[in-house]
């Protein structure tokens, strides 16, 4: 099965519902799984609680939403967006929801239409704990 790229373009959701999103990179190393934005985001913001967040994306700079040790994560994989989204925590933090397609709309279509083999490798890669 074929490898992940060591970094892909992927959206932070804040639940399964939401209309809302922060585009984010996504890495797999192989220790750690990394999440970085330069996007500003409200509700990000308040999770993460830190002082200089919309200072760095209103520069550009990446901010680190999370960096867990891969032999730590609880993921699951979601039937939703169309089996490209997942869930990934490690002990008691946060559930984050990521989705490597285009969260709505014709976006998505795109998305499933070119980019099916790379979901397919992220969730070779990552496989789901059952948490």
Do not use: H
Request: aromatic share 12%; glycine share 8%.
């Amino acid at each position: 099965m074929a490898t992940p790229p060591s970094w892909t373009t992927a959206y932070l959701l804040p639940s399964r519902s939401s209309s809302t999103w922060v585009g984010v990179e996504i890495e797999l190393g192989d220790e750690n799984l990394r999440c970085v934005t330069r996007e500003y985001s409200g509700w990000v913001d308040e999770e993460l609680g830190l002082l200089d967040y919309e200072a760095k994306t209103s520069l550009g700079e990446p901010v680190v939403v999370f960096d867990y040790r891969r032999d730590q994560i609880e993921a699951t994989w979601l039937r939703q967006f169309y089996r490209g989204g997942f869930q990934v925590s490690q002990g008691n933090s946060r559930r984050w929801l990521i989705t490597l397609a285009y969260p709505s709309g014709f976006g998505s279509l795109l998305d499933l239409m070119t980019d099916r083999a790379v979901w397919r490798s992220w969730r070779s890669a990552l496989p789901a704990t059952g948490a």
